[in-house]
């Protein structure tokens, strides 16, 4: 089925750890995002690529990093990872904001 | 940044009655979208506002954009346990959606 793929969908790190989550549409979209989810707080985008090559910091940035690694994947690393960073992870894909995102259906990730 | 507002955060009623969630925001929007979202999956979009006064209807959903775009109403009359779920809205800004932080809606039997 046409739609955005995240992998893992659970994970439990001890503080410190590093890991990476994996995004991939495959509907051609141009532009592709992170954002995490926490309790009464909606949706924060932590990071966006607009488009192939290049990507931009959000709202919450602080601990990650992003690779756009072609047109279809969009990874984001947690370098070391904090309890702070406990949270639903969510990946969108858009061929344009005006027409909405696309999400897939999460990473839940515990940090202990 | 814009700021949204959406309220009530929460909200239970009985099925068969209606009600009305709100969106707000100081800021003037280009377009608003409102998402629906169910336990353990991603947010799905249910409709885009463009225009000032514009008025989208899906099924017994009712969608307003407001005439300034600085606010909008998702309205669901006659409310049925399917309807339980995550609502949000979300301003287009540049190149991205900023969000506002959701109406969780519970329709009991």
């Known amino acids: 089925n046409a739609g955005v793929t995240q992998t893992p969908k659970f994970q439990v790190l001890k503080t410190g750890q590093s890991m990476t989550l994996q995004c991939a549409q495959d509907?051609?979209?141009?532009?592709m995002y992170w954002y995490r989810q926490d309790p009464g707080m909606g949706l924060r985008l932590i990071y966006y690529?607009?488009?192939?090559?290049?990507?931009d910091k959000g709202e919450v940035p602080n601990g990650y990093n992003v690779s756009r690694l072609n047109k279809r994947e969009f990874s984001l690393r947690l370098e070391s990872a904090a309890p702070s960073q406990t949270s639903v992870y969510f990946c969108?894909?858009?061929?344009?904001?005006?027409?909405?995102?696309?999400f897939g259906s999460g990473t839940r990730l515990t940090v202990v | 940044t814009q700021l949204l507002e959406q309220s009530p955060q929460f909200l239970s009623i009985q099925e068969g009655e209606n009600l009305t969630v709100y969106c707000n925001s100081s800021?003037?929007?280009?377009?608003l979208q409102w998402y629906r979202q169910e336990p353990g999956e991603g947010p799905v979009l249910l409709v885009t506002?463009?225009?000032?006064?514009e008025v989208k209807k899906l099924k017994r959903l009712t969608f307003q954009f407001g005439d300034a775009r600085k606010d909008s109403s998702l309205h669901i009359t006659a409310a049925q346990p399917g309807d339980t779920g995550l609502y949000l809205c979300?301003?287009?800004?540049?190149?991205?959606?900023?969000f506002g932080q959701g109406t969780r809606l519970t329709i009991n039997p």
């Open positions: 506002v463009v225009t000032g006064g």
């Open positions: 979300a301003a287009q800004g540049a190149q991205k959606l900023v």
């Open positions: 969108a894909s858009s061929p344009l904001v005006l027409y909405g995102y696309t």
């Open positions: 690529s607009a488009s192939e090559g290049t990507t």
């Open positions: 800021s003037v929007f280009s377009s």
């Open positions: 509907m051609n979209h141009n532009s």
